[in-house]
């Protein structure tokens, strides 16, 4: 047989098997099946390009809807409306000196192989959590007083306790108590009380959970059950999203008037609440001139912070205020502090005017002078995967080219940007801040002297290095203050010294991606209906998959 | 023999320098594991509980030598340890879970891409000067000189999204399971399709090119002059005496493509959600999981090595000249 | 990395003939030897597709040296004008960031033309030093750089690629120093074996008898006849730079500050230009990266068609039966190579 027509029969060959494949396959694609209720609920997953079959909620607790439909926790709070709901806790009691809470378990909760829910297991699930991922310092002992009643004592007064306890999630005793190795345990077929607790298919591009046959609110259970898809990147969710593949859509989408809702402006919508945590410009102040406060605050002036949210962040955010909280502390929040406030406004000439007065004068090219001579120039550390911060960074970096200063973007491998933080040894950077219920949390690690590690020591809270013995004074009171309008003093007073200091510049807080299609499902929270976020990790998603029902079209 | 023994030889010094490359090359990058987490977490984690992820992913403070050691002992028996970016699935389950995919994607893409393109170079040097010898060469080059991610991109869009002809993501319909069924194969080749062909267009000028050239320097040969003077008929010239020859420099050049096949093409599994080896790879490099970067680069230095080794038997098959030195 | 950019393969496929004795593919025969690589260059200018090549190639340079005369603004400037198609005032529009997209790709050529040759320069001398000295200084020099070779030729690529890439300070330098390191490996292995198979000619001996210095032996006497590989590797090795620049950059691990076709393309993606349907972001840097790859491989088309000249375009259609005219005389291969040996031996 000549070349010629082997070469031609393989050809033949190969089509013919082509064809025989391609028509023993079904329809592929995206699929419209007729809308009867029983529909999926399709939620993307953009970082991780496969899943692996792990539902341990400590050593794994970023996987999927783990700790969202399969556990629960006692209570849940939304920071959208700073509301809180009895979940699986109906009441609760703070003891008077803040040294302690008791908490009261609801009745008749199962967990979905049929057990009981019982205190054990909220006892266990505390020292599993301490065990195994660290945290709850100030808890001294948690005790079961009867099947239905939790009492956890402190060793020292911690006042934010009440909702740090009540949003961690529960395990059953009667299965961890088995386990060997509790950090290694794979936990494959999961027992929790939450909606969606059965796995009814796992393979590395997917996954579905199906409803929880003994769940303690069977009329909340409307969607038949929750479809997750492995996507390597943003670009793969976001098309799925725009493709209309999936139903709701938690991750970053750029542009998202066009490329998702202008697809479907009837049934898509998106919201944004600021109730991420707060993300700053910090400057390491263990070096000169960022050891001065009026410094700081020049800086801070310099930027213009509508462009940054408008063109860096594609209008997704709104500027921050001097009082560095986000908006998930609204109800926090002490207008006097912001009505007074200057810094976080966009003043070229009042920050000219601070420079100059701490020696940093402009040169004859423009360009402005330390007082030693060498010029005003420093790095702006990101990391270069975040592209929309990256963006902010070359905006600041523009205004500040204004202003005389010379502020370079250096956006490297996130893990090398961190290694910096950690160690003390950048120059300033873009960075996130803690999000807890409160705000205590966020101004420990702002300006705390306890948070602060010397330059070249490891630390993984307050890079930037500053605190002062003020501020520690108010975050004790804020932790021993016995009730909620305690703490709203102490909060008022950690915002005006805040304000003062300029600890941070905060930047715009961070937005909770969400966006959604009512195509299928409908019944999502909205900025009219905050019942809860969008987003698809946080504690109120439970709230979410308990209140969507289905579409069904006739 | 003694040839086969040496290049044996080679490949284990080869192996044994990989293995100890890749493990300490990556634990001289900056920062480790944990800072990496938190800053992939961004202020979810919280700085009290950073102590006892460390102890939880096996990072020990012993020095270097020795957890290098312990490294080579764990490799013999087949323990690869804990991935820390995918804690606590065990790194062979992460690999198995992912690694067959590839080799689908990457087999598929290599198989048809080295048989059309040798048919068309052999076709090609058939008739010197023809339209298929002038002018497919240099398109199929301009073709595959287009960054592979960029023409992989511009299919999903063209053919996917806008025309809604094949599967715009994923390696098989979502919903179905996997198993050997007509319709399950149909649906993994239906999705198949994109992928593959992005990764064919890019390659397929090259292997072309090479085939026709190898070819018409083959047909110049004395050999084939001698054998045409003794009166052979054209076709088994062509078989046995021009292609056989011809194929050499193309089965180098598979055995090598086979080698890096599971390094996956990880631009074009990005752009698919194709559920293959290279985005693992790519973010347990970007998280520094030194237990999975260990086992990945293990399991590709070892393919690589198996499909040389291989290579080399089969050259020596097909060609004695090498057994004589 | 595709077939096509990976320099080792791509050059191994375009050596036509047997393999030598240890196993590794050789080259053609050599041409007739003349003073330097003149012979080459006079064949180039000469062949329809290097011209053509080569002109694309001069454009792009004069691109990246006038781009600050002939760029419509400063491609850094964000402004409010997002996503705008090509119009008048921005021919080829803008990106979701306001930039000209014209301005960010004439100025992109000139970071990924530098790199991409400056990467073809380094990766292809490296090669060529070791290539030399392994098949010149013989068994153990030999021995130890082949190891070397092969260990860099079996690290995967992309990792070593990312690893390296957050080791070394930001900036245009590392990423060159990046890319030379995962790609010297390649060529080293293509010259080698062509290195040995020169190796082995008469001539070299005969330098060698005459007392010539190896140096002098390497580079005066092996390197002209190893000219058209030589040039065959480099271009492989400027395609593998522009490539794999680009592909570091759209993965967001190279210079971000700086403008080049491949953080264009970063920028298209995650401004989500296609999803908008803003193809307008994401079209240009693709096609500049293809036609200077093309322009490459057109010259390395007439490199190939100058030095083995069986290749040529013959006038006519012709069948494999018939004997390839060429200009030179149709003598084989064998008598020609004992008539440049009597040339030699005088």
Request: proline fraction near 6%; charge should be negative.
């Amino acid at each position: 047989m000549t070349v010629h027509r082997k070469a031609v029969l393989v050809a033949a060959a190969f089509a013919a098997t082509a064809a025989l494949a391609l028509s023993g396959c079904s329809g592929g694609g995206s699929t419209s099946a007729a809308l009867d209720g029983s529909q999926l609920l399709t939620i993307p997953r953009e970082d991780m390009g496969t899943f692996d079959r792990n539902f341990n909620p400590f050593s794994n607790p970023e996987f999927p809807m783990t700790q969202q439909a399969i556990y629960e926790s006692m209570l849940v709070y939304n920071p959208a409306d700073g509301s809180t709901t009895p979940w699986l806790a109906t009441e609760w009691e703070v003891a008077p000196d803040s040294m302690g809470i008791t908490y009261k378990l609801r009745e008749g909760v199962k967990w979905s192989d049929g057990e009981p829910f019982t205190a054990d297991d909220v006892v266990l699930s505390f020292d599993l959590q301490r065990e195994i991922r660290g945290g709850f310092d100030y808890i001294e002992t948690v005790t079961a007083v009867d099947p239905l009643t939790v009492t956890f004592d402190f060793n020292q007064p911690f006042s934010p306790a009440l909702l740090d306890i009540g949003q961690q999630i529960i395990v059953p005793a009667h299965i961890w108590s088995e386990v060997e190795d509790t950090t290694k345990f794979a936990n494959e077929e999961p027992v929790g009380t939450g909606p969606y607790t059965e796995v009814i298919s796992f393979q590395s591009q997917s996954f579905d959970l199906g409803k929880n046959p003994e769940y303690w609110q069977p009329e909340k259970q409307q969607i038949e059950g929750i479809r997750m898809l492995a996507f390597a990147g943003n670009d793969g969710a976001n098309l799925a999203a725009a493709n209309g593949d999936v139903d709701w859509a938690p991750q970053f989408i750029p542009n998202i008037e066009e490329a998702y809702v202008a697809k479907d402006p009837e049934n898509r919508f998106y919201w944004f609440p600021p109730t991420g945590s707060m993300i700053n410009w910090q400057f390491n102040t263990t070096k000169a001139p960022f050891d001065d406060a009026d410094v700081r605050k020049a800086l801070s002036m310099a930027v213009d912070r509508e462009q940054v949210t408008e063109i860096g962040m594609q209008g997704y955010t709104s500027p921050a205020d001097c009082t560095g909280l986000s908006g998930s502390y609204d109800t926090w929040r002490d207008d006097a502090v912001v009505e007074s406030c200057t810094w976080t406004n966009r003043d070229l000439k009042g920050a000219g005017e601070l420079l100059d007065a701490a020696g940093i004068t402009l040169g004859a090219d423009g360009k402005r002078v330390l007082p030693d001579g060498t010029p005003f120039a420093f790095d702006f550390s990101v990391g270069s995967t975040s592209s929309d911060w990256v963006s902010v960074g070359n905006v600041i970096s523009q205004n500040l080219a204004e202003l005389g200063v010379t502020v370079t973007v250096a956006a490297k491998d996130w893990g090398d940007v961190v290694a910096g933080y950690e160690n003390g040894t950048f120059d300033s950077g873009i960075v996130w801040s803690a999000n807890a219920p409160t705000p205590y949390q966020f101004y420990r690690g702002a300006m705390s002297t306890e948070t602060i590690k010397p330059v070249g020591e490891q630390t993984f809270d307050n890079y930037h290095r500053y605190g002062t013995p003020e501020a520690d004074a108010l975050l004790a009171q804020f932790a021993a203050a016995p009730d909620e309008a305690a703490q709203q003093a102490a909060a008022d007073q950690l915002q005006a010294l805040f304000a003062a200091d300029a600890p941070l510049a905060p930047l715009f807080p961070g937005p909770e991606w969400g966006a959604a299609s009512n195509a299928r499902f409908t019944g999502w929270p909205t900025e009219e209906n905050p019942y809860a976020t969008l987003s698809t990790r946080s504690r109120t998603t439970v709230l979410v998959l308990t209140t969507l029902e289905p579409v069904v079209a006739d | 023999m003694g040839y086969m023994l040496r290049r044996f030889g080679f490949y284990l010094v080869a192996f044994w320098v990989s293995i100890t490359l890749n493990f300490f090359l990556p634990r001289f990058m900056p920062g480790d594991p944990v800072s990496r987490m938190v800053a992939r977490l961004q202020g979810q984690l919280r700085p009290d509980q950073i102590e006892a992820l460390k102890e939880s992913f096996g990072l020990s403070d012993a020095p270097l030598w020795e957890q290098y050691l312990r490294y080579l002992g764990q490799l013999f028996t087949g323990n690869l340890g804990f991935s820390i970016s995918r804690f606590p699935t065990p790194v062979v389950d992460v690999i198995g879970g992912v690694i067959g995919w590839t080799l689908l994607l990457g087999f598929v893409s290599l198989i048809i891409a080295v048989i059309l393109g040798n048919v068309l170079g052999i076709l090609a040097a058939w008739r010197r000067g023809g339209a298929l010898d002038s002018y497919v060469p240099p398109f199929l080059i301009f073709i595959g000189s287009f960054p592979y991610f960029w023409l992989a991109m511009g299919l999903l869009y063209v053919f996917g999204v806008t025309l809604g002809w094949f599967p715009v993501r994923h390696a098989y319909g979502v919903g179905m399971t996997p198993g050997f069924s007509l319709a399950f194969i149909g649906d993994v080749a239906y999705h198949l399709v994109l992928p593959a062909t992005s990764i064919v267009l890019v390659s397929i000028g090259g292997w072309m090119l090479g085939m026709r050239n190898t070819m018409i320097a083959t047909n110049a040969e004395d050999y084939i002059v001698m054998a045409e003077a003794k009166g052979l008929g054209t076709n088994r010239i062509r078989t046995n005496y021009a292609a056989r020859n011809a194929l050499l420099p193309s089965v180098t050049a598979f055995g090598m493509s086979l080698g890096f096949l599971v390094g996956g093409a990880l631009l074009t599994e990005v752009v698919f959600a194709y559920p293959g080896i290279g985005y693992t790879l790519l973010s347990a490099v970007q998280n520094l999981d030194y237990p999975l970067m260990q086992g990945l680069f293990l399991t590709i230095t070892t393919f690589v090595l198996i499909a040389n080794f291989l290579v080399d038997i089969v050259y020596v098959r097909l060609d004695p000249r090498v057994r004589v030195s | 990395m595709s077939l096509a950019q990976n320099p080792q393969a791509m050059a191994e496929l375009d050596l036509g003939s047997a393999p030598g004795p240890d196993g590794q593919p050789q080259a053609a025969p050599p041409p007739p030897r003349k003073r330097g690589g003149g012979g080459l260059l006079r064949g180039l200018v000469g062949n329809s597709k290097s011209v053509a090549g080569i002109v694309i190639l001069i454009l792009f340079a004069l691109i990246a040296i006038f781009a600050p005369v002939i760029s419509p603004g400063d491609p850094n400037l964000i402004t409010g004008m997002g996503s705008q198609p090509p119009s008048l005032e921005h021919w080829l529009g803008t990106t979701a960031k306001g930039q000209d997209v014209l301005a960010l790709n004439i100025w992109g050529s000139r970071s990924s033309l530098f790199v991409g040759f400056s990467v073809g320069i380094l990766a292809m001398l490296v090669g060529l030093l070791v290539g030399l000295a392994s098949a010149y200084l013989g068994r153990w020099v030999d021995n130890l750089l082949s190891l070397i070779t092969n260990v860099f030729l079996l690290l995967p690529g992309l990792p070593l690629l990312v690893i390296l890439a957050a080791f070394l300070p930001q900036g245009l330098g590392t990423v060159i120093a990046v890319l030379v390191i995962t790609g010297w490996a390649g060529s080293a292995r293509v010259l080698r074996s062509q290195a040995m198979s020169i190796r082995g000619k008469d001539f070299v001996g005969a330098s060698q008898v005459t007392g010539e210095s190896p140096l002098r032996i390497m580079f005066r006497e092996m390197l002209p006849n190893m000219a058209s590989i030589v040039m065959s590797t480099f271009l492989a090795c400027v395609i593998f730079g522009i490539g794999a620049q680009a592909g570091l950059e759209f993965l967001g691990l190279g210079d971000l500050s700086t403008v080049s076709w491949g953080t264009n393309l970063y920028w298209a993606s995650n401004d989500g230009a296609l999803l908008t349907g803003a193809w307008w972001v994401f079209v240009p840097p693709g096609v500049c990266i293809a036609l200077v790859a093309f322009a490459l491989a057109l010259v390395n088309y007439g490199v190939d068609e100058t030095t083995n000249p069986r290749l040529r375009r013959p006038r006519r259609r012709t069948t494999p039966d018939e004997p390839t005219r060429v200009a030179a005389s149709a003598k084989s291969s064998s008598a020609r190579a004992a008539t440049s040996l009597k040339e030699q031996s005088r």
